[in-house]
Structures are given as structure tokens and as C-alpha cells.
């Protein structure tokens, strides 16, 4: 792929995407006039963090270690071979899923009693509806993260991005229209319901021309056995932050604090809006062409000199970027959310949080890539001691530092985690797979610390 292809296809999930943020920062501010920092908004914030996460440990790990044997197929045997094999893993992911949350919609009453118990005060009952309604979404949101996984090896970019401006859409009518008489339940049944149009959507668009969709589920072959197989070092490896965020919330909401884990959700979603305009598109592109690339002559070391080189664009873009929002916080959180029920109180709450989460971004996004490269050199099991390293720093670091520096704390603890996994990346990239590239070239970090500091 040509570099003038390579930065249209970064273009277009950059537009794509800013269109998602824009009308999800919108959405944000549409919660945030309604619902505030209220103890159902740290529900809502609890729940759909917890549901999203297990999404991202089971259809997004899946759909992460299942990538390179889809771009093998489609580079060596061709589309409808590629489409019939990711068929077969759909469909077991579909009914792996539903087996999950036929579990969850069973026990949902003691998972009820359990978040009750850790300081909610919204009435078991709806506690108990929550707890089975959001967690619907395991089954099509899943699917929807291998589906755009597919389209993605195929070059489609965007759709993701497009899928979730029709969410913020509908949240922000159905909330605007209806949570005056039924509170945020509309937006707990939008959460559940745009995930159904999404993978409706989001198939028509991959089961088309030569790409046919089959009912088979063959349970021996012997790729997509390999994916499961590596789901679990994966699910641990990716996406941390989404099971750090869970983590932190779940620590907010221990500290008594009306409003912690609903202000830490609100700038988890403004920190993620950053990651989405800028690292999304570059690494979704990078990995993309990195695996064609790499499956087409299996040189190392041009990967090695084509991270290094991407890692040198995305920090001239993010460290202005995120040192300009985290100073002025307070100030962005004004802007962006304070109206109606959101007032000084949650902007104070939700400022404090985002001026350290927005300074994560540079050290995640560089994570991401080194992170997706491992699986391409057939290394899960560091991407898998790497995110261990995460889960476990966070948890314990958030934790102590919250003690010493309240809120603010919690999120003190996942930048320090994502240091030391990114290390221990980068350390095994060198150690492991001999790369000897300086990854970040110390003359641009005098520049941009420069224009940082000026």
C-alpha cells in the first residue's frame, strides 16, 4: 500500500472519527444536564464499564488474536476463503457469549447484592434490571468487534467510528425525549438496543460480493483454535486500560464519594475522544499494514524502523495535545459538560481526574503499538505479562495513592502502571526479538519538550 493510500485510509478514520467524538462529547454533555454526578449516573458508569470490559476481554481479545490468520487468509487464499473461516468463529463466539450471559441473567440477583453492598443507593431492583439489560450487550457487541476487526483486514476503515455516532444519536433523542418521565433507564435500554443495530449494520456491510456468510461452527480447526487458545494472554495483553478503568471505578466507588466513579467515567469517555482522533487511526492502519507486510517477505527489522518512525508522528500530536488539556482541565470540563444537573461540584470532581488521565495517552498509545506487535512476532505470552503487570500495579497503586491523595489518586495509579507496562514491552522488545531502534529519537523529544514548556 502506497504512503499516499496509507494516509487517506488515517484520514479517513481520523474524520470518522471526529464526527464519533464530536457527537459523543455531545452525548456526554446531554448526560451530564440530566443526570449530573448523581449515585445512578455512578451505576450506569459502574456497570456499563464492567460490561464493556468483559466485551473487550471476549470479543475484543478474540477478535485481536483471530487478525493475523484473517490477514494470512485473505493475502494467501482470498476473500471468500477468509470470510467462510471467520464465519466459523462468529458463530462460536455467538453462542460462547450467550452461554456468559444466560449465566449472568441467572445470578443477576447476586450480583445485585454485591454492588449494593459496595455503597450504591439505587433500589435492588433496578439494580437487578441494570445488571441484566446492560449486560445484553455481550453477545452483539462482541460480534460487532470481530465484524470490524474483518472489515478492518480488508481495508474498510471507519465503521466503528460510524457505528458509534448512530449511538450517540440515538442516546442523545431518546434521553432528550424521555428521561424526564423514565430517568436513565433510556439510556441503559439505548446502550443495550445500538449494540443489535450494530452488528445488523456492520454484517450487511462484510457479507457482500464474494464474502458469504455460513452456519458453521467446526470446533477443530485449527485456526480458529489457535485464536481461542489465545485468548486469554491476549484478553490480559490488549486493551488495558478498558480493565483499568474498571478497576479504578470500582475503587472510586469505595471511597464513599458521590460522584467519584461517574466523574472518573466522564473523563475515561474525554480521554478515550483524544486516543480515538489521534493514536486510533494510526495504529489501526499501522497494524493493518504492518501484518500484510510482514506475512508478504517476514523482515523484522523493517518493522522495527516502521514503529520507530510511527511512534515519532504520534508523539509531535500528542504531547502538546494532552500537556494543553491536562492544564487546562477545568476549564475543558466547563465547556464540555457543565450545564443543568452537572454543576461546579461534578466539574470539580471530573477535572481533577481527567488533568492525569489525559496525560496517560502518549504512554498508552505507544503501548498499543508495541502490544500489537508482539502478536504479529507470535509473542502473546509478554503481551500477557505486560497487562498482568497493569492489573496488577493499578489496582495496587490506585488503591494506596487514593488513600494519600483521594480522587485524584486513582488515576495517579494507572499512569504509573502504564509506565512500567510499556517498559516491560519495550525491554522484551529489544531483549527478545534484537530490535535496536531507539524507538523514540531523542532530538524530537527535546523538541517537543521544548515546545511544551515554551
Known sequence: MSKKNVVASM???AFFGICAKVLGLVREGVFGAYFGTSSEMDLFGLLSGYATTLITLLGGALASS???????????KGERYAANQFSKLLNQYAVFSLIVYVAIFIFASDIAEIVCSSGVTVPFHRVKLYVRVIFAVLVPAGMTRLV???LTSLRKYGWMQITQSVYSVVAILLTLMFSNKYGIIVVVWAFMLNTVFQIILLCFVYYKGERKYELCFDIKDEQTVAAWRGLVPVAI????FMIGATIDRSIGISLGLVGASASLSYAGTLYGSVIALVATPVKTVFNT??????FSDGNKDDLFAQIESTFNHMAILLVPICFFLSVAAHGFITIVLQRGAFDEYSTQLTASTFMVYILIAPIFAMRELLNGLHVLLNDRVSSMYSGL????ANASLSFA????FGLVGIPLGSMSAMMLSYLYLFMHL???HGCQNKIINSTLLKIIFAGVLG
Open 148 to 150: 470490524v476487526s474483518g
Open 401 to 404: 495513592f487514593s488513600k494519600v
Open 66 to 76: 483471530y487478525y493475523p490468520f484473517n490477514i494470512k487468509n485473505i493475502e494467501q
Open 430 to 432: 529489544r531483549i527478545k
Open 11 to 13: 484520514a479517513t478514520i
Open 289 to 294: 499494514e504492518m501484518n500484510r507486510k510482514f
Open 237 to 240: 495483553g490488549a486493551d488495558v
Open 389 to 392: 503487570i497493569f492489573v496488577v
